[in-house]
C-alpha cells in the first residue's frame, strides 16, 4: 500500500524530473545544436561536402591552398 510518504516521494521525484527536463531544454540543448556547432567553413555550408587539395611540397590535405603553411 502507498503510504503519504511515498506518494510525497514520487510527487517530488516527478517535480525534480520536470524541472531538470526544463533547465536541460532551455540552456543546455540550444548549445548542442549541430548546425551551430558546425557553422560554416570559408562560406561552404556545413551540410556541403568539401574537396581538399594536396599541398605539393608536404604531401598534406587542406582546405584552402593560399591560407595553408606547412610545418617542415
Known amino acids: 500500500m502507498l503510504s503519504p510518504s511515498k506518494i ?3 510527487i517530488l ?3 525534480a524530473v520536470y524541472f531538470a527536463n526544463r533547465f ?3 540552456t543546455i540543448a540550444p548549445g548542442l545544436d ?3 556547432k558546425n557553422g560554416e567553413f570559408n562560406g561552404h555550408s556545413s551540410d556541403k561536402m568539401l574537396d581538399l587539395e594536396e599541398c ?5 590535405f587542406v582546405a584552402d ?3 595553408h603553411k606547412c610545418k617542415s
Open 13 to 15: 521525484i516527478g517535480a
Open 34 to 36: 549541430k548546425a551551430k
Open 56 to 60: 605539393p611540397r608536404c604531401g598534406s
Open 65 to 67: 591552398l593560399s591560407d
Open 24 to 26: 536541460y531544454r532551455s
Open 8 to 10: 510525497i516521494l514520487i
